[in-house]
């Protein structure tokens, strides 16, 4: 514990670290992974005691690290030593990292991995010291990909920070990418560039991603997270993940899969967050299921996992039962909006609204919990037809937790481009595009119309009230009724009392008085510290306030002993009559010529089955 920074990884046996009479000790190379976190609205670092999800760019890049250390890729007389921080859960001190290097002979690579827009402005800030002590920087990510994938010119931040010095690396560090930065790194000559955009990487047998029981038990219930897949083949105008991760689909193998299990597992980890864009769409995903299911029956692993699916998966036969036998308990999807015309300007033409009910109540056959997402602030959008829509929302679908996002030309998506290029204006400040703040006009709604639509759909949808029908629901269908009131209780808690996304969320935010954003003035310590502490203080009574009352309405539900025969619009079979009835479909915009579409397909569908 002498040094914080010192990994779990790089510890080793002191009586074995000593080199035999006459020899030389091995020279030693520090390679520093830091997922740096956003500034708050006060400008500080965004860091927590407890985060929510761990960064899987962190474990993909930990685990290739510990690979070419195992592989001695600097020579054998080098001892490669890393270090992984995540600065969600984790203060960043620079002079202490600094140090550790100069004493260890001042080789290293600062590495600022899965660096998103949102956080660029903090990580070209968090390299300066590193820079100024004349360490090698690199930093990657979807920011720096998705401008160089989508943009025909360097934008004048990326241009800024290589200016000063930081290295790019742009697409994906398997296939002995990570070797090259870490060679130039040691012989002190990185490139201004590396791009491997549009050479995507096989991820089959690549080392697996895995962080240190020290890391993952930095977030709340100590959950980590891998990928079995990455690329999607749809073309959704906000997504930039289709031009960095490529709209071809690549895999793990099954052996991969219990690779990252079994490991995980020898630490105490058995919660995933699978980050697959869309888990239902991995051609393996039979195989990959039935390998979960193995390792839970035969080796008795109790895996949680929460996976992301489309709108569509409930058709792809055994999917969800496999699912589900697989340890998948929560799912989420993204139903992006509940107007088809609306959709139609995404490209999210895969998401019909007709399969909505049908899917949800599929999932809703297992204990298993439900979380949207909804886009606010799409073209056809207007503040009465929001309201009106989370209305239906509430009444109509099976959905435990919704989290409501900004409509945000992230850099790397096609929305991003075109915009850029066109001239329009858009916020200045990359902080701001976590899709949690508006960054641009709107074409029918004014700013405050849109902000306020935005702030109001947090709590119309997390209003006591609907809480408590939610809680009903999930009895009533035998659902996971912990986790269910726990998710209210933190969706509800940080938008609509702090301004935050819940997924940004944690417990305990710790600040550094004398880490705040440089263009911000430095409190004094006398008005840093009380407001810090009062804050802290009335923000964890306020949500104790909100657990104890969600405890309190549980229990109210649970004493009633016809709590199972509790039924309402939203978890009723759904039915033909349904299309005649439901706002879904009757009062959304384009709802009626879904409903026809839908009728025509399931007319055209036997005579498909004879051709």
């Not at 965004?46 to 001695?72: F, I, K, M, T």
């Not at 660029?120 to 990909?145: E, N, T, W």
């Not at 790194?185 to 080392?207: H, S």
């Not at 007709?354 to 073209?379: F, N, Q, S």
């Amino acid at each position: 514990m002498a040094n914080r920074y010192h990994s779990m990884t790089a510890i080793v046996n002191p009586a074995m670290d000593k080199p035999p009479t006459g020899q030389r000790p091995p020279e030693v190379f520090h390679l520093v992974l830091i997922t740096p976190t956003k500034y708050d609205e006060d400008g500080y670092p965004l860091v927590w005691w407890r985060s929510v999800l761990p960064s899987n760019s962190l474990a993909a890049l930990n685990g290739l690290g510990r690979d070419c250390r195992d592989r001695h890729v600097l020579g054998q007389d080098v001892e490669i030593r890393l270090t992984a921080i995540d600065e969600a859960n984790r203060l960043v001190r620079p002079k202490q990292i600094i140090e550790m290097v100069q004493r260890d002979g001042g080789r290293c690579l600062i590495a600022l991995v899965g660096v998103q827009s949102n956080q660029f402005p903090r990580a070209v800030d968090l390299a300066q010291p590193f820079l100024a002590a004349g360490l090698p920087v690199c930093l990657g990510g979807f920011h720096v990909s998705g401008c160089f994938a989508m943009l025909p010119e360097t934008t004048p931040e990326i241009q800024a920070a290589m200016d000063q010095g930081i290295s790019l690396f742009l697409g994906e560090a398997e296939e002995g990418r990570l070797d090259e930065i870490l060679r130039d790194a040691y012989e002190n000559r990185l490139k201004p560039v590396y791009d491997y955009l549009g050479q995507l990487p096989t991820i089959a047998g690549a080392p697996i991603p895995i962080l240190d029981e020290e890391d993952i038990k930095r977030t709340m219930g100590w959950i980590s997270s891998f990928d079995v897949g990455r690329g999607c083949p749809y073309k959704c105008s906000f997504c930039t993940i289709i031009n960095v991760h490529g709209r071809k689909s690549r895999f793990r193998t099954t052996a991969d899969l219990e690779r990252i299990v079994l490991e995980n597992d020898a630490q105490g980890i058995r919660q995933f967050f699978v980050t697959d864009d869309n888990l239902a769409r991995n051609q393996n995903w039979s195989a990959l299921f039935d390998t979960l299911i193995r390792l839970r029956e035969e080796q008795g692993i109790k895996l949680e996992l929460s996976v992301q699916v489309d709108t569509r998966c409930h058709q792809i036969p055994g999917f969800i039962d496999k699912a589900a036998a697989a340890g998948v308990n929560t799912v989420f999807i993204g139903l992006e909006n509940i107007n088809p015309d609306n959709l139609e300007t995404t490209g999210k033409a895969q998401n019909r609204i007709t399969d909505y009910r049908e899917m949800l109540l599929a999932w809703k056959r297992h204990p298993v919990t439900i979380c949207a997402g909804y886009i606010v602030g799409l073209p056809f959008d207007t503040k009465e037809s929001l309201m009106r829509d989370v209305e239906i929302i509430k009444r109509e679908l099976a959905i435990d937790h919704i989290f409501f996002t900004m409509l945000t030309p992230l850099p790397g998506s096609a929305d991003h481009a075109r915009i850029y290029q066109s001239g329009e204006w858009m916020d200045p400040d990359l902080t701001r595009y976590n899709t949690n703040f508006r960054v641009i006009h709107h074409p029918r709604m004014t700013d405050e119309e849109w902000d306020d639509a935005y702030r109001e759909m947090w709590r119309r949808y997390y209003s006591w009230d609907h809480m408590t029908r939610m809680l009903k629901r999930a009895h009533a269908l035998r659902g996971d009724i912990r986790k269910t009131r726990n998710y209210l209780g933190w969706y509800h808690h940080f938008p609509i009392n702090l301004g935050l996304h819940p997924l940004e969320g944690g417990l305990v935010q710790l600040r550094s008085r004398l880490d705040r954003r440089p263009t911000l003035p430095r409190e004094h310590p006398l008005v840093f510290y009380p407001k810090y502490f009062f804050r802290e203080a009335r923000d964890m009574l306020t949500f104790w306030r909100i657990v104890r009352r969600m405890r309190r309405i549980d229990a109210r539900i649970a004493a009633d002993p016809e709590r199972f025969a509790y039924r309402d619009e939203a978890i009723t079979p759904p039915s033909e009559q349904d299309f005649d009835d439901l706002a879904l479909y009757q009062d959304t915009r384009g709802g009626r010529e879904a409903v026809a579409k839908a009728a025509e397909r399931k007319a055209a569908a036997p005579r498909r089955r004879v051709a």
